[in-house]
C-alpha cells in the first residue's frame, strides 16, 4: 500500500483552514498561533482603504474584542499558491465572511449581521519544517452590514 505524502501544498491548505475553523470557534489563541512572530495583517474595506492592521502579538485580544459576541463563519474557496523558494509562499484565497449577533442578547453589538466578500492575499514562511502565515491582507469586494 503506498503512503500518502503531505505536500508542502497540503501543509498551506491545512493552514488556512486551521486559521477559518479557529476563527469560526473564536480560539483566538490558536488562530495566534498560525502566525509568525513578525507578521502583520492587514484589513481594507471595499474602496481599498486600510481600516485594521494588527501584528500577530496584537492579535488575539484585538481580533476577539472586534468579534465580541458575534458568530463569525468563513467560507475560504479557490486557492492560489506560489512558492518562491523551499520555505517562503504566497497565496490568494477567495473568501466570504459572516458575522452574526443577537441583538436582543447584546444590544450594543455593532450590527447584527456583516456579510462580506474579498480575498486573503497572504505570505507563508517555513519554520522548522511546519509552515506559518508571514503576513495576511483581506481585501474587500463587497461588504453589506443590517443594522
Do not use: C
Amino acid at each position: 500500500m503506498p503512503v500518502a505524502t503531505h505536500t508542502d501544498l497540503d501543509q498551506i491548505r491545512d493552514l488556512k483552514a486551521r486559521y477559518a475553523r479557529y476563527a469560526d470557534t473564536k480560539q483566538w489563541e490558536k488562530v495566534a498561533g498560525l502566525f509568525t512572530d513578525d507578521a502583520v495583517m492587514r484589513f481594507r474595506d471595499v474602496d481599498g482603504n486600510l481600516t485594521h492592521e494588527v501584528t500577530a502579538a496584537e492579535f488575539a485580544r484585538t481580533i476577539g474584542s472586534r468579534v465580541g459576541a458575534g458568530q463569525p463563519v468563513h467560507h475560504l474557496f479557490s486557492h492560489e499558491v506560489t512558492f518562491a523558494s523551499d520555505t517562503t509562499a504566497q497565496g490568494v484565497w477567495a473568501m466570504e465572511d459572516l458575522i452574526f449577533h443577537d441583538r436582543e442578547a447584546h444590544p450594543k453589538a455593532p450590527f447584527s449581521f456583516m456579510h462580506g466578500f474579498g480575498h486573503y492575499h497572504d505570505t507563508y514562511r517555513k519554520i522548522d519544517g511546519e509552515w506559518y502565515i508571514s503576513g495576511s491582507e483581506l481585501t474587500r469586494l463587497r461588504m453589506e452590514i443590517v443594522d
